[in-house]
């Protein structure tokens, strides 16, 4: 039998998850490209061979991170029991904007994988919708489950936007709106925040359009 005082003490994170951790914040205030492991060294309080020990370099823990968004993908677009399709996709779009509006780093590393060129280091491209096997299969699996929601919407009829469509433009628009709407904060021990009601108004609007 468990202890009650073992059901609730939260589990404690290793140092890999705190190493993503911080470095996912540092990304957030100071972008990718200025990502510095020294300083996610620094935050957490470890000597820096010990970030080499669980991971291979910078772009070790950017690939780590992608996969951190990937798994949250598994999560969106699910109709809930009863949910009409419209207002799951539109329930879900706004889910996908808190997400990254509550993650900046993401996406500031999607929008950095996108701007490679296609048919460059394919292995770095984890968001693209339309370059064969460097989609992951969480994205995949996302786009999948909106075009049953778009197909019942629509009923077979024609003049349906098509799933990579749907996707393609929610994305781009929220990569566009939060980048424009990313403040930094005072210092780097202060929580960055982004005013998420001009987005969701936003999102909202498109959706409209998109599935008029």
Known sequence: MVEENQIATPRRRNTKERIIDEAEKLA???GIEHLKLQDVADRIGIKLPSVYAHFSGREDILAAMGSRINRSFTQMFHAKAGEA???ALRRSAEELAQFLGNNPAYFRLM???LSVPLGYDPINRRFTLTHGN???LE???MQE???KLIEQLYLG????IDAE???SSIIGTLLVKLSWSDKPPTNDQVEKVINMEPVHAYINNLVDRLLK
């Open 139 to 141: 994205l995949k699996d």
């Open 145 to 147: 489950r909106i075009r």
């Open 28 to 30: 957030s205030i100071h």
């Open 157 to 160: 009829t024609e003049g349906a």
């Open 111 to 113: 929008l950095r994988d």
């Open 85 to 87: 399709p419209k207002e």
């Open 134 to 136: 460097s989609i992951p």
């Open 165 to 167: 469509n749907f996707l």
